[in-house]
């Protein structure tokens, strides 16, 4: 019932920024929750990017992203971004946005191990970065 829709995708050159969307049906943010942004390279694994829950008071980011991405929640609880800028060609992967409506904490230390517990997965949106 719960479904994750993440758009913004795109080419942008090195140093540009893009905003990517998550947009969720069957699911707000008022109650518990946790939902963040993940991403995969080519021939890597999966990391987490950023996440945000109803127990944090700002997101948490990973080291390799924090102080140019940016993650929010629009007014109505519905659609969560991630505000990319300064863009690196290491930055060019899928982006995906996962949540869980049951838990209630995201913290940096628990960023890297968070993914195995979300339930609700969007299928990514592509992101390259150009040289």
């Known amino acids: 019932e719960v479904q994750l829709v993440e758009s913004g995708g795109g080419l942008v050159q090195a140093g540009g920024s893009l905003r990517l969307s998550c947009a969720a049906s069957?699911?707000?943010?008022?109650?518990?929750?946790?939902i963040g942004w993940f991403r995969q390279a080519p021939g890597k694994e999966r990391e987490g990017v950023s996440c945000i829950s109803s127990s944090e008071n700002s997101p948490a980011y990973a080291d390799s992203v924090q102080g140019r991405f940016t993650m929010s929640i629009d007014n109505g609880h519905t659609t969560v971004f991630l505000e990319m800028n300064v863009l690196k060609p290491e930055d060019a992967a899928v982006y995906y946005c996962?949540?869980?409506?049951?838990?209630?904490?995201?913290?940096?230390?628990?960023?890297?191990?968070?993914?195995?517990?979300?339930?609700?997965w969007g299928k990514g949106t592509l992101v390259n970065v150009s040289a």
């Open positions: 996962a949540a869980d409506p049951l838990l209630a904490a995201c913290s940096p230390a628990s960023l890297p191990f968070i993914d195995v517990a979300l339930d609700y």
């Open positions: 069957g699911f707000t943010f008022d109650d518990d929750y946790v």
